[in-house]
């Protein structure tokens, strides 16, 4: 009937719901979602005090321009706990704005979860899609999403929002596609993040999210652009664009980044492009990176301070790193290094390619390092350093850079294999092997350079019956030989 077919959907307006910017629509607006049936917003500015609950139904309006929630300190749509359960709960085509500025702490769709300590409990189906968030009046936050499985996010525009995307806690498949946010003026009050993931604490103990995907994002002003701090599996960024002041992505988690461009915010002074920090799960919270481009855009004011990749704090080892195929980019000098790697384990570095003089100092500059692989990178005028002094045991692959120097040191009791590595091409060592006991470091069609560097200590390394080892002595920089009994020669002096 045609009651019926009315009854399908109904207006805010119905239920007097004014859009005029000044009237306080909400209990209007709340009246018409409590019926159960998806809501219409017709053209109109509408004014609201408290938040909007919705439930599993579709909200939709005229455009995102055209049909617009004016928040006054408060969050604009926001689902209770355990409220959802498929079919989806649908937001469409709705614009969000604060009245005043009044919401630099409230996210445009809140979904707080449970608090913490208590037992998990989802939300489950939940979809956003060509809306558009404080173009006319900034807001805290976009998303905040706690305790969510499925959520599905399109075509999202931000403008002047500090945390474009919160995931906290169990957040489950996941799905963010085109959503942006430029924030040339927004607020101090949240930290301004581009996509952040958080743990949460449980009865059951502690939750990450996982199985998230996000595609063709870009957040553009801000602090960071990722800061990933929890994550499980199949927690994916592709083709992300972000200008950050201070790190492109910040990764303390297990991921994978696609493509995409981490670029430097005007405002950088010292800036990296991706920051990998601890491993707190050991070695299996590994990070691969593919074709992904730094580029300082604007040269950061302290280049000192500033990387291409900063792997590892120093302090504890870092795990898995895997950069394979990316763009280092910008105008000279604007880095101290490129790649630079503090103790890690298991680093892979592959077909890179970084811009001539971009570097106050090497392109790749790797210390206290076990298992590191290095192939068929093209470093213009650089310097491949490379040193694990302070591990016990270490070995690793050099193989095929294109760069002016490699400095190696020291390599005594250690096994690795380095080959045609150099610009120039000219003058080979042939099977040139140094043996100490039962460890190797071996060169082979290696360029006759005096940039290539081997160095120990001040002293002959310990000797060995039946062994040779050849060695520069860094106190007088001469080249010498110890034999098996200990006797040492001068190959050459340093003169």
Not at 30 to 53: L, M, R, W
Not at 136 to 165: C, E, P, Q
Not at 308 to 323: A, N, R
Request: hydrophobic share 35%.
């Amino acid at each position: 009937t045609v009651q019926a077919k009315l009854r399908e959907s109904v207006s805010v307006k119905d239920f007097g719901a004014v859009g005029d910017s000044v009237t306080d629509d909400t209990v209007a607006i709340q009246a018409a979602i409590d019926t159960g049936f998806s809501v219409f917003f017709p053209k109109g500015n509408y004014k609201i005090t408290t938040s909007i609950k919705v439930v599993s139904a579709k909200y939709w309006g005229e455009g995102s321009g055209q049909s617009i929630i004016k928040c006054s300190s408060c969050h604009a749509f926001e689902v209770e706990n355990n409220v959802l359960d498929r079919p989806a709960c649908i937001i469409e085509a709705i614009g969000i704005d604060s009245l005043s500025n009044s919401c630099d702490d409230k996210f445009a769709f809140y979904l707080g979860g449970v608090t913490s300590g208590a037992v998990p409990a989802y939300n489950s189906g939940f979809t956003v899609q060509n809306c558009e968030v404080g173009r006319h009046g900034r807001m805290g936050g976009g998303f905040y999403l706690k305790d969510v499985f499925r959520a599905n996010v399109y075509n999202v525009g931000m403008t002047d929002v500090s945390r474009m995307i919160q995931l906290v806690g169990s957040v489950v498949q996941a799905y963010f596609n085109r959503v942006i946010s430029n924030n040339d003026s927004a607020a101090s009050t949240l930290n301004k993040y581009g996509i952040s993931t958080e743990v949460a604490t449980y009865s059951t103990g502690t939750l990450v999210p996982e199985n998230c995907v996000f595609e063709n994002c870009a957040y553009i002003r801000g602090e960071r652009g990722i800061s990933h701090q929890a994550g499980g599996s199949n927690m994916i960024f592709s083709n992300f664009d972000t200008e950050a002041s201070a790190f492109g992505a910040y990764i303390n988690s297990a991921c994978v980044m696609n493509n995409g461009i981490l670029g430097a915010d005007p405002a950088a002074t010292a800036w990296t492009g991706v920051f990998r920090g601890v491993s707190p799960s050991g070695e299996h919270q590994a990070t691969y990176f593919n074709n992904v481009e730094i580029n300082t855009l604007r040269s950061p004011s302290t280049p000192a301070s500033s990387y291409g990749f900063d792997v590892g704090d120093g302090i504890s080892p870092v795990y898995g790193m895997v950069i394979n195929g990316c763009r280092f980019q910008g105008t000279g000098g604007d880095l101290q290094h490129a790649i630079r790697g503090r103790d890690v384990r298991d680093i892979t570095i592959n077909d890179c390619v970084i811009e001539d003089n971009l570097t106050i100092g090497n392109e790749i500059n790797i210390t206290t390092v076990q298992r590191a692989y290095i192939t068929n990178n093209r470093l213009v005028n650089g310097t491949l350093f490379i040193d694990d002094a302070n591990v016990t045991a270490s070995s690793g692959i050099i193989i095929g850079n294109y760069c002016s120097a490699i400095t190696f040191t020291p390599f005594v009791n250690k096994n690795w294999l380095i080959s045609n590595s150099l610009a120039t091409e000219t003058a080979y060592f042939a099977g040139f092997t140094i043996d100490k006991n039962t460890n190797n470091a071996v060169f082979y069609g290696q360029t006759e350079s005096p940039t290539f560097a081997l160095t120990d200590g001040v002293s002959a390394p310990s000797f060995a019956s039946g062994k040779a080892i050849l060695y520069v002595d860094t106190a007088d920089g001469d080249l010498k030989i110890v034999f098996g009994d200990g006797t040492v020669k001068t190959i050459m002096t340093d003169t």
